[in-house]
């Protein structure tokens, strides 16, 4: 049994034309009905003009190819320009990283940070992710239904955070606070600030916190933490507050948002494909390429955004110096050029890491390497104890069109 493909005809995808055709919208996410308007950008409008939505006019693009190619070509698609999400963050309140930055400042500062995800570093750390993981699944309740979410994606990738910054284990969940309210769309009635003005200002106590561990860094040796690499590398020692804040935000939520809802959507894709499900379970020797296909399932980051550094030509389309271009990572994953039967959620693909998930090219994301030995040894721990883990109903999805987030999922492991 599979699950069934979204691709409703009498969607209003099928209705629209194209130049009303604004896939911003994050309710398309947060409802989970986004499939048919990217099955229909992908075959009518790889590279779609959208003159008017509420993050002004842009241009979708949809198919893999054309996202890679705007990828490998970051000197033409620009980082720094205008940041890396559709929305533009205020002007007074804007807080560069080295994601949103171009060579060869973005090298220098992420060249500073990479090596605590180095392969050394990760065979380090294997065991206190996986002790941790086995005391986490442990304690979940048996025969009585729970959230997946809180119980464990949360608890997991924030004890990791702590880990990575050595931030105070026992106020971790500032780690969590911060991740929400960097990535929260505040239309949102449900999200933690309900302004930028807000954001800005819990971001500030964010670094104000952070700086007192960095300054703390800063007059010891050098040791092996995400502050005490930021403390000391020459690249990042210095940073102005808004830059420090920028890289913070990124390094949180890029150690939490991605992982936690790999780990909630993975439970689900397993659920909706049983048959998957029962493989895994017969095979262990899969958790590797299950947990690429997770990756790629589930798309956790839904786009990237560029600017056009000169004019240029991309899919046909000619694209303005200074214009807006989104990459619609959850499109490209569904690319059937790209991906044979995208929309099925198959374990043992032979190429199981061609996906969009941690982008490509210089900005490729630094610890996509943590992220899937995270996962790997989540889901052999499952497996090592429990028979079937059931979803019980729908998720609650996060309101975004930037993280493809999961914040509540009902499940239940049988008696």
């Known amino acids: 049994m599979n699950a069934p493909v979204h691709y409703d005809p009498s969607s209003p995808a099928y209705a629209k034309t194209l130049t009303d055709y604004d896939v911003s919208d994050p309710a398309l996410y947060r409802d989970d009905t986004w499939y048919p308007y990217f099955e229909r950008l992908r075959r009518e409008a790889p590279v779609n003009y959208v003159p008017d939505s509420l993050y002004g006019p842009y241009w979708s ?14 000197d033409i698609f620009s980082n720094e320009i205008g940041g890396i999400q559709i929305e533009d963050q205020p002007k007074d309140m804007q807080r560069p990283s080295f994601i949103r930055m171009d060579p060869p400042k973005h090298d220098e500062q ?24 086995r005391m ?50 505040v239309r949102d009635p449900s999200s933690p600030v309900h302004s930028e003005e807000e954001r800005f ?20 040796p050098p040791k092996f933490d995400l502050m005490s690499m930021l403390a000391h590398g020459p690249a990042t020692r210095d940073m102005p507050l808004r830059e420090f804040m920028g890289n913070l935000a990124l390094l949180i939520v890029g150690g939490n948002d991605t992982t936690r809802n790999s780990m909630s959507g993975g439970l689900m894709a397993l659920n909706a494909f049983p048959a998957e499900y029962d493989k895994l379970m017969a095979n262990h020797d899969l958790v590797d390429s299950a947990v690429s296909e997770i990756i790629r399932y589930v798309t956790p980051v839904i786009h990237m955004r560029r600017t056009a550094t000169r004019d240029t030509e991309l899919g046909g389309q000619q694209i303005k110096a200074g214009d807006k271009v989104v990459l619609w990572y959850i499109s490209g994953n569904r690319d059937p050029e790209a991906i044979e039967n995208p929309d099925r959620f198959i374990i043992d693909r032979a190429r199981p890491r061609q996906h969009l998930s941690f982008g490509f090219g210089i900005h490729r994301c630094v610890g996509n390497r943590l992220a899937e030995l995270q996962l790997k040894i989540l889901w052999q721990e499952i497996l090592a104890r429990f028979p079937k883990i059931e979803v019980m109903g729908p998720p609650v999805r996060l309101y975004s069109n930037f993280i493809h987030g999961i914040r509540a999922l009902p499940v239940r492991i049988p008696a």
């Not at 992420?110 to 993981?133: D, F, G, H, W």
């Not at 979940?140 to 990575?164: C, H, N, Q, Y």
């Not at 200002?201 to 010891?220: I, P, Y």
Request: some cysteine; aromatic content about 10%.
């Open 201 to 220: 200002e819990v971001l500030k106590e964010m670094a104000g916190a952070m700086t007192r561990l960095f300054e703390e860094r800063s007059k010891q």
């Open 61 to 74: 693009v949809s198919k893999y190819k054309d996202i890679m190619y705007c990828e490998v070509h970051h």
């Open 136 to 185: 986490v699944l442990d304690a979940l309740p048996r025969g009585k239904t729970f959230d997946w979410v809180e119980e464990v994606s949360i608890k997991l990738t924030t004890m990791m955070l702590a880990t990575l910054f050595d931030f105070p284990f026992e106020e971790r969940a500032k780690l969590t606070y911060w991740s929400d309210v960097a990535i929260c769309n």
């Open 110 to 133: 992420r060249k500073v940070v990479s090596p605590i995800v180095a392969p050394a570093n990760l065979a380090q750390m294997e065991a206190l992710i996986r002790e941790r993981t």
